[in-house]
């Protein structure tokens, strides 16, 4: 069964700095791997997402690795503000699978 | 904003109690998935329809149980509420075989 860990579990950094969150999963045969913001009591929002034979994709400040041989994803947010305040989550949807699997999120607080 | 609805937005119920949850998906897409999400912990998969059967199924027991109507839009049941059911509640649409699920903002349900 496919696992979903992201470390570290909760993230605190003044504002201007540069981050990254980490993402691990155990089997590498996935379709593809996306990273998800959540605000407190909110839903989802999509923020990127890779295939499985891609490397890595940028959106404005995000950008987003993958390295599926080793079962590990980073998303780095550039130059952090307080409105990146929020819960990071990524998930991977399994080859064949039409369902995700998610992590626990890490829990991001930028100190204006 | 992802263009999928749902409602209600909170609920309070008791042990033993039976509860309907409700999606209104994003406008064409003919798949919507549910996911119980626990507190501190990522969403867990419940179960997926694409036209109005299931298509997949997570580790959920059989008193969850879903509808998905020919408008597309759906419902969560679930019989003989536990407090472990405690949780949010999302809804996310596709079309078929699309990468991007669309989250709609989620149901907070107490079970006292």
């Known amino acids: 069964k496919q696992e979903v860990t992201q470390i570290p579990a909760a993230l605190s950094v003044p504002e201007g700095e540069n981050l990254v969150l980490n993402c691990s999963f155990t089997d590498s045969a996935i379709y593809n791997l996306q990273w998800f913001r959540q605000d407190p009591g909110k839903g989802l929002t999509s923020l990127l997402l890779?295939?499985?034979?891609?490397r890595e994709q940028t959106s404005g400040r995000l950008n987003a690795s993958l390295d599926k041989s080793s079962g590990r994803s980073t998303l780095y947010i550039a130059a952090s503000q307080p409105g990146d305040s929020a819960t990071y989550l990524c998930a991977v949807r399994p080859n064949g699978a039409n369902n995700l699997f998610f992590g626990t999120g890490t829990r991001l607080t930028v100190i204006p | 904003e992802t263009g999928v609805t749902q409602s209600p937005t909170h609920l309070i119920k008791t042990r033993g109690q039976q509860v309907t949850l409700r999606c209104s998906s994003q406008?064409?897409?003919?798949?919507v998935s549910w996911y119980q999400q626990a507190l501190g912990q990522g969403p867990q998969f419940i179960f997926q329809y694409y036209r109005e059967e299931e298509n997949g199924r997570g580790n959920f027991p059989p008193r969850f149980s879903g509808l998905q109507f020919p408008n597309y839009s759906s419902e969560l049941n679930v019989n003989a509420l536990e407090l472990d059911d405690s949780a949010l509640y999302l809804c996310?649409?596709?079309?078929?075989?699309?990468?991007?699920?669309?989250f709609g903002p989620g149901t907070r349900l107490l079970v006292l």
């Open positions: 890779i295939q499985s034979s891609q």
């Open positions: 406008s064409g897409h003919n798949t």
């Open positions: 996310a649409s596709s079309l078929a075989y699309q990468e991007t699920q669309y």
